[in-house]
């Protein structure tokens, strides 16, 4: 079974404050992805990585960063949390091998930001 | 215009009963349409992909209509372990990226 780890199902920190969250695969999948879900508004795409070392904006970029220096890590990175960053952050990873691509989530992180 | 669209319910219905969910694209370019499920809490896992032609799994049934940019989710049956937010998932093709839709709350009562 393919195994999405996030490092934290919840975390707090303070306004300004630099936060790393910590995904990792098991299955030697080519893509990752950050999502954060709000309610309303569904699970919308922060940053998207499909290679080592290679990233791609999704639709909700600022105010974060990622990094992709292992094939099975991808890091999310609020460079000076926010209060409108309080949110459940979510990793997914998938392969574009077989029919379509299927993404496999892992746990979730809820990051409140005071 | 949002790339993915749903009806947010949500859809209170008896067990036993049938319900079905839409979900529209704006890109005509999508590839490949995926139903997933996240409980309350939960992650979101597959339920199951949408194939042109139509599928079935057990009581479950998924349309696409390409022409009208839609695809749709048939539940059969309702169990009471059915209640959950059904999401629709849209791939452009784009790197592998998935558009979500918002999700539809399903709720089955006794």
């Known amino acids: 079974d393919v195994k999405v780890t996030q490092s934290s199902r919840y975390l707090v920190k303070r306004t300004g404050e630099k936060v790393f969250l910590e995904c990792v695969q098991d299955?030697?999948?080519?893509?990752m992805f950050w999502y954060r879900q709000d309610p309303g508004l569904g699970l919308r795409l922060i940053y998207f990585?499909?290679?080592?070392?290679?990233?791609e904006k999704g639709d909700i970029p600022e105010g974060y960063s990622v990094s992709r220096e292992k094939k099975e890590r991808f890091s999310l990175i609020l460079e000076s949390a926010s209060t409108n960053q309080t949110s459940m952050y979510l990793c997914?990873?998938?392969?574009?091998?077989?029919?379509?691509?299927?993404?496999?989530f892992g746990q979730g992180t809820r990051l409140t930001v005071v | 215009r949002k790339e993915v669209e749903q009806d947010p319910g949500p859809f209170n219905v008896p067990e036993g009963a049938t319900v079905a969910f839409n979900c529209t694209y704006s890109n005509s370019a999508s590839q490949s349409f995926f139903w997933y499920r996240q409980d309350c809490r939960k992650e979101p896992k597959l339920l199951m992909s949408?194939?042109?032609s139509g599928n079935e799994d057990g009581r479950f049934t998924a349309q696409l209509n390409r022409a009208s940019q839609y695809i749709s989710l048939l539940i059969r049956d309702s169990k009471l372990s059915d209640s959950a937010t059904y999401l629709c998932?849209?791939?452009?093709?784009?790197?592998?990226?998935?558009?979500f839709g918002t999700g539809t709350r399903l709720q089955v009562t006794l």
């Open positions: 990585s499909y290679d080592v070392k290679m990233k």
């Open positions: 299955m030697d999948h080519e893509n």
């Open positions: 949408v194939y042109s």
């Open positions: 998932v849209v791939n452009t093709g784009t790197a592998s990226k998935l558009t």
């Open positions: 997914a990873s998938s392969n574009d091998r077989g029919r379509g691509v299927r993404a496999f």
